[in-house]
């Protein structure tokens, strides 16, 4: 499984971004897509995932603000970014089960 994100770039606090992310392959099923992000000198943080049912969970700190969401024809996840905050900057990475994505870097000005 091959996964490519995208939508990554630079945005002003308080406005919004969506980063997508598609999946190639034979993808396992079910599965459970969702985002990660790491920001300098920081953990990676899981911030949303979302089951091939729709079931979808957030991390406090965006909860709210973003949404994840999926088009299971496209094999394709999604994450909505409102509100962003200077904190929100980071590299995003996708995942689908145990495979991961390259990043896609968001930062957010002030």
């Known amino acids: 499984v091959r996964l490519q994100a995208s939508g990554g770039g630079f945005v002003q606090a308080g406005g919004s971004l969506r980063l997508s992310c598609v999946a190639f392959g034979t993808i396992p099923s079910p599965n459970i897509m969702g985002w990660y992000r790491q920001a300098p000198g920081r953990q990676r943080e899981l911030v949303a995932t979302?089951?091939?049912?729709?079931?979808?969970g957030y991390v406090d700190s965006v909860r709210g603000r973003f949404t994840i969401s999926r088009d299971n024809a496209k094999n394709t996840v999604y994450l909505q970014m409102n509100n962003v905050k200077v904190e929100d900057t980071a590299v995003y990475y996708c995942?689908?089960?145990?495979?991961w994505g390259q990043g896609t870097l968001v930062t957010v000005s002030s």
């Open positions: 995942v689908c089960n145990e495979y």
């Open positions: 979302i089951t091939s049912s729709g079931n979808d």
